[in-house]
């Protein structure tokens, strides 16, 4: 049998998925936890009920998706102060899928989509599946996180279509800023680039920010098509449902050049995304009836989540103030549910994992986000408290010795 070249992967799990493996039950304080059904979070006793809504039984696809639940989406945003059409709303099953509409609407084979490193791996796959190339763009860090403009302009091709931003951005917690985005909307401009912006994180700021710059970009107009993606497993902390959606955004008021090009091309996107949705009507009915009551959960959810990373940052914050050497520091974070440690370089992070695993302490090494190999690792602030605290103090007594 012959294979297409797009899944030509090494599919072998890494050493550390190895070392996990082989612990077999033995106990491991996991910082990596990324599941919010899984780690001691309080759904609403009712929250079930909706799917059981006669509704769902009536089946009646809408490409776009059901208009109540497209309707319930713009209530959302409407409460973030954002005006949003439900008409340029497209619901699908992840924002994976959301991804590979707009890779397929966008690029041919071999296309390019510019994506800002460090970053959480979740493109590589989606990019191979549709045959599009990824290019790595870095963000760099200089008493916080910012996008590097003028690296990311020399490394558009002619081949470029679009720009990914993650916002704010998973791991490093870095909101695009106004003026970043007014300058990054510019650059697109210029090259004719479409911008991909994912939000599954907006709603969860740790430190004060500017609400400008931790707006969405859906209350950004820009002179590009932009497209926002976001969905129910961060929002709702539901990622079992499988709903998510993408936006298109507005583009800039009729008083600019360029506004009747721009929602022109905005236009016939969604015209195509419709065809593309069409050809798979892949959301469930049941989701999309629920939709509705399940966002008017958002608070209680998210109130929770919240409290639980912001706890878990300043018990970091903490223990690593309380280190006799400080040899272990944290990088500023905006929002999201993790930090990015600095530790010393003594040996590649993949190594150190190892070692930590081996101790019963999991974590990510910075690479796993595209990092420089030595030097980092990243923590989940959605681990339970208990275990949150016991392991930092693992991890920070561990570094200790192996300094010496
Ligand atoms: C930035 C970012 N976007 C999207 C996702 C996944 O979202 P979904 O479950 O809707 O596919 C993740 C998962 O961690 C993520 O980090």
Redesign the pocket.
């Known amino acids: 049998m012959r294979f297409s070249r797009r899944t030509d992967w090494n599919t072998e799990s890494t050493p550390l998925a190895r070392a996990l493996a082989e612990r077999r039950g033995l106990p491991v304080l996991d910082l990596t936890v ?1 599941n919010p059904t899984r780690c001691g979070i309080r759904y609403p006793g009712d929250l079930l009920q909706p799917l059981a809504s006669s509704a769902s039984l009536d089946y009646d696809p809408d490409p776009r998706g059901q208009l109540r639940a497209r309707e319930a989406i713009a209530a959302y945003y409407a409460r973030r102060n954002v005006a949003l059409d439900p008409a340029r709303i497209i619901l699908t099953t ?5 991804y590979s509409f707009l890779f397929r609407l966008l690029c041919d084979p071999g296309d390019e989509i510019l994506v800002p490193a460090p ?2 791996p ?1 493109f590589d796959y989606l990019a191979d599946a549709e045959s599009v190339r990824l290019v790595m763009t870095p963000l760099v860090y200089d008493h916080g996180w910012q996008l590097d403009l003028a690296a990311l302009e020399s490394a558009i091709t002619p081949r470029t279509r679009a720009v990914i931003l ?1 916002h704010p ?2 791991p490093t917690g870095h909101f695009t800023s106004q003026a970043e985005s007014d300058a990054l909307f510019e650059i697109c401009r210029r090259h004719g680039l479409s911008l991909i912006v ?1 939000e ?2 907006l709603d969860y700021p740790l430190e004060a920010v500017d609400a400008a710059d931790a707006d969405s970009f859906l209350a950004r107009p820009a002179p590009v098509p932009v497209f926002v ?6 929002i709702l902390g539901l ?1 079992q449902m ?1 709903l ?1 959606w993408l936006a298109v955004a507005e583009t800039t008021p009729a008083a600019v050049i360029e506004h009747s090009t721009a929602e022109a091309a905005a236009e016939a996107a969604l015209d195509r995304l419709e065809v593309l949705a069409d050809t798979f009507l892949s959301v469930g009915t049941p989701v999309q009836v629920a939709l509705p009551a399940w966002l008017a959960h958002a608070a209680a959810i998210q109130g929770q989540i919240l409290a639980r990373v912001q706890g878990n940052l300043a018990a970091l914050d903490a223990a690593i103030a309380a280190q006799p050497v400080s040899l272990v520091s944290r990088l500023r974070t905006q929002a999201g549910w993790y930090a990015i440690l600095r530790i010393p370089v003594l040996r590649p992070d993949e190594e150190t994992a190892l070692l930590l695993l081996r101790r019963g302490l999991l974590i990510h090494p910075g690479s796993f986000f595209s990092m420089p190999s030595s030097g980092w690792l990243v923590v989940s602030l959605l681990t339970p408290p208990d275990e949150f605290a016991a392991g930092v103090g693992l991890l920070l007594s561990a570094i200790a010795e192996q300094a010496q």
Do not use: H, Q, R
């Open positions: 990324s992840g924002t994976s899928e959301a970053g959480y979740l993650v951005n998973n994912d599954v994180f993606v976001s969905g129910i497993s961060k990622p499988k998510a």
